[in-house]
């Protein structure tokens, strides 16, 4: 079985193994932010270059550095492939630059934003991203589309990772939506804004990394970290009838996939179960859910606030920011966890 060191850690791994299922067989700090792959997806991964590492041996074999960054999850790993995630301060600098055209339309709409809470690319920008733009161009924008009467379509947001492509074509029988056109003038689009109807076509919202694809039902409902979230079981005939419920008080507001600690749903799961069961009757409760992945959802805990941790942040932050302030943030923040 080849053998791969990733950021000075060794591990061996079947062969046919990519770098980025590497290192989350490593887990922690050097696993690769990933955007458009998605481990259940076939043929997921390669559009949105977030995942890329530095490969500084290419294999036992050929010791030679790989010439550029690499898409770690379509690079497989060689025996005695050297790779370099976190310990590159260069390969940082390029996953900024990556950001940084994933942000160039991306609207500044969080505050208003269904997905803010639990969106991947928030978290992304928040980790890797500059605090400023560069960009001084006009940006794309779009009308928001109903595809269905249950998922609403906002182009704008759309970072074209093509999950939401993968779940129609894998997921879905008679696809009715695809990316048209090519280049900067790509769009997540149907045929004649046909309606997305299936049973299935719910998951490309679970599947957005972004609040390109809504929920119609949840839309301006709550935000996702005043909801309270429950495990609950149904017995379904199309799917598992395992979901999350998104409860407040006894209302059900949205009904959604299990997703792991890397934000991918666990299974999938069908329209009747996402749209149609909005009763706390229809379910059947196992208790609280761990939020496993990244979300301000799992971050609400502002006792067990590390004062250490908290002053790399904010002084990390500041830097972006020409250095304005740092003392009087931090010391209000002391102030307030004293509190
Ligand atoms: S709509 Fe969402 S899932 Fe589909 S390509 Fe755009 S960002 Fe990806
Ligand atoms: S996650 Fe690898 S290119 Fe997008």
């Known amino acids: 079985m080849p053998k791969v060191t990733i ?21 922690g700090d050097v696993v690769p932010p990933a955007m458009c792959y998605y481990s259940n997806l076939k043929t997921s991964g390669g559009y949105c270059r977030t995942c890329i590492v530095k490969v500084s041996q290419a294999s036992a074999k050929d010791p030679r550095p790989m010439p550029k960054p690499v898409a770690s999850c379509r690079t497989f790993v ?39 809470g639990e969106c991947d690319l928030q978290n992304l920008a928040y980790e890797h991203g500059a605090a400023k733009t560069r960009y001084d161009f006009e940006r794309r924008t779009f009308e928001k589309i109903d595809i269905g009467n249950k998922i609403k379509l906002h182009m704008t947001r759309c970072i074209l990772c093509y999950r939401c492509v ?14 048209m056109n090519r280049g900067d003038v790509s769009e997540i689009s149907t045929y004649i804004q046909n309606a997305v109807e299936n049973d299935f076509s719910g998951n490309m919202i679970d599947v957005c990394p972004v609040g390109a694809l809504t929920d119609n039902t949840f839309r301006f409902k709550s935000r996702v970290w005043f909801t309270n979230p429950l495990d609950a079981h149904r017995a379904c005939t199309k799917c598992t ?29 069908c329209n009747d179960c996402r749209f149609e069961h909005k009763n706390m009757e229809d379910w059947n ?50 102030i307030e966890n004293k509190k």
Not at 79 to 97: F, H, I, Y
């Open 7 to 27: 950021d000075n850690i060794e591990i061996e791994v079947p062969e046919g193994t990519t770098i980025l299922q590497a290192a989350r067989m490593i887990g």
């Open 78 to 116: 060689q025996d005695g492939m050297v790779v370099q995630n976190t310990t590159s301060p260069e390969l940082l600098e390029a996953r900024k630059g990556v950001v940084e055209f994933l942000l160039i339309n991306h609207p500044l709409d969080c505050p208003i934003c269904d997905q803010a």
């Open 166 to 179: 993968k779940v129609a074509d894998q997921l879905t029988d008679g696809r009715v939506h695809g990316v």
């Open 241 to 269: 009838g395992k979901v999350v419920l998104w409860t407040k008080g006894n209302e059900v507001l949205r009904v959604s996939a299990r997703k792991d600690k890397y934000a991918e749903v666990e299974e999938w799961i």
């Open 285 to 334: 409760v196992e208790g609280a859910r761990k939020t496993a992945h990244d979300s301000v959802i799992s971050q609400n805990h502002y006792e067990n606030i590390d004062l250490q941790k908290l002053k790399l942040e904010i002084n990390r932050q500041i830097k972006h920011q020409g250095g304005k302030k740092i003392k009087e943030v931090y010391t209000q923040a002391q």
